[in-house]
């Protein structure tokens, strides 16, 4: 079993700038691949990055914005946010699965989120 925490959300304006981190317990992170999606109020899931071991995968709307990274000593995943709009808005979260992919059923784990609000 995997236990997934993320942190790192809050209140932003527009053009701000967060960095989320997702923290690992009960199994290294080091052979999953993880992924960060978000749901905003009223609106489907979506996928916003993953990461295998190096590769990388956005979604339109994080390319260019958002970086994915992982700290495999430190259990730890990130999503860096830049130039955030409000549109961002949402809850994000991180999952972990066997193989990097844009599809949340394809994810085994999954953390409880945190809250990204973007003022405009």
């Known amino acids: 079993q995997v236990q997934l925490v993320e942190s790192g959300g809050g209140l932003v304006q527009a053009g701000g700038s967060l960095r989320l981190s997702c923290a690992a317990s009960?199994?290294?992170?080091?052979?999953?691949?993880m992924g960060w999606f978000r749901q905003a109020p009223g609106k489907e899931r979506e996928f916003v990055a993953a990461?295998?071991?190096?590769?990388?995968y956005y979604a339109d709307s994080a390319k260019g914005r958002f970086t994915i990274s992982r700290d495999n000593a430190k259990n730890t995943v990130y999503l860096q946010m830049n130039s955030l709009k409000p549109e961002d808005t949402a809850i994000y979260s991180c999952a972990a699965g066997v193989q990097a992919s844009t599809r949340a059923y394809d994810y085994n784990y999954w953390g409880q989120g945190t809250q990204v609000t973007v003022s405009s």
């Open positions: 990461i295998a071991q190096t590769l990388t």
């Open positions: 009960g199994r290294t992170l080091r052979s999953y691949a």
